[in-house]
């Protein structure tokens, strides 16, 4: 079956600083990649989504490129913000009836 | 802004009771699923609900059970609640299609004492 691999549980760092997440995955079928953020006490929110190969996709300053050659979506951002404290999560989706198949999530703690 | 709302936000029960969770989406989609999100936050799909065919993960346990009276409502029950139940419920709905985005609800936070 499909599998999503997060290898960082948590992440510090001092604001200002560029952070890179990674994520890997495992499937059969042609992928479409989704990175969701989950603020304390929220629902988890679409930050960025890919299908496309070797494309750069980015919003609200995080960007990602799926490369298929080594299954990989990680996520970017090059000047952390305080807010940018939350958890992460990649997520793979091949047929929309099943939903998403999660990876472990990485959270992102920012500090002064 | 909210389009996919849950009911309640919080449930406290004793082992082996029965509960049950509502979720309504105004997004007008097709598809509505149920997570569970543990303790260490890891989410994991239990059921998908589109055009009355529901896929049930083969790891939920049968005390869980979807209910939908129409394509904007899928409830969650739970016949005899287990400790492990405990966690956070989200509900979610997507359009068709693969690279549709998935809107989640706030969640149900149960605990099982």
């Known amino acids: 079956g499909d599998s999503v691999t997060q290898t960082e549980g948590l992440v510090t760092l001092t604001k200002g600083l560029p952070v890179m997440l990674n994520c890997t995955y495992q499937?059969?079928?042609?992928?479409?990649l989704f990175w969701y953020v989950q603020h304390l006490n929220e629902a988890p929110k679409l930050l960025l989504k890919s299908s496309t190969d070797n494309k750069r996709t980015e919003h609200q300053g995080f960007y990602a490129t799926l490369h298929k050659s080594s299954s990989s979506f990680h996520l970017q951002k090059s000047s952390v913000q305080l807010s940018d404290s939350a958890l992460y999560f990649c997520?793979?989706?091949?047929?929309?009836?099943?939903?998403?198949?999660f990876g472990l999530g990485t959270r992102v703690s920012v500090f002064p | 802004e909210t389009a996919v709302f849950q009911t309640p936000n919080y449930h406290v029960t004793q082992v082996g009771n029965e509960v049950s969770f509502n979720c309504k989406q105004t997004?007008?989609?097709?598809?509505m699923y149920w997570y569970k999100q543990d303790s260490k936050k890891l989410l994991k799909i239990m059921f998908s609900?589109?055009?009355?065919?529901?896929?049930v993960n083969e790891t939920v346990p049968r005390r869980f059970s979807p209910q939908s009276s129409d394509k904007a409502h899928l409830n969650l029950r739970i016949k005899s609640v287990e400790p492990e139940d405990s966690a956070v419920y989200l509900c979610?709905?997507?359009?068709?299609?693969?690279?549709?985005?998935?809107?989640f609800g706030p969640g149900t936070r149960l605990t099982v004492l």
């Open positions: 609900y589109n055009n009355k065919q529901l896929i």
């Open positions: 997004l007008g989609h097709d598809t």
């Open positions: 499937t059969t079928y042609s992928p479409f």
């Open positions: 997520a793979l989706s091949h047929n929309y009836a099943q939903g998403l198949t």
């Open positions: 979610a709905s997507r359009q068709v299609g693969q690279y549709a985005e998935q809107f």
